[in-house]
């Protein structure tokens, strides 16, 4: 049986706030909750910040545990490579989801954006 540890994840939720209550577009929102996520070395990271984000933003879509899983993975794939991430920008949420679900490594995602 699976138990979660009593982790603070206080700074994460924190930085999810503020992340929600700017402006930014929908796939750089996206990118930055990624990145918030990457910070936790925690392996439950992910779900953790679906389940804050989707108790306290009822309104809002796109927080399930899977999907800030491929933010985390879109924030991996694109933190270190600025040209690619400008036009990974440029995409739709769902075009990016399928570039980097379905290519193997860093040149194929570059050929398709």
């Keep these: 049986m699976n138990k979660r540890k009593p982790i603070d994840y206080t700074l994460m939720y924190t930085a999810l706030d503020s992340l929600v209550q700017t402006e930014l577009p929908e796939v750089e929102l996206y ?3 990624g990145r918030a996520v990457c910070a936790r ?12 984000l989707q108790a306290n933003y009822p309104g809002d879509r796109g927080f399930s545990p899977r999907n800030l899983r491929r ?3 879109f924030y991996r794939a694109y933190a270190d490579t600025p040209e690619l991430r400008a036009l990974a920008l440029k995409l739709g949420w769902t075009q990016n989801v399928a570039i980097l679900e379905s290519c193997e490594g860093g040149q194929e995602r570059a050929w398709y954006l």
């Design 31 to 33: 990118f930055e909750i």
């Design 41 to 52: 070395p925690e392996k439950g990271a992910a779900v953790m910040a679906a389940e804050y």
């Design 71 to 73: 933010m985390r993975e």
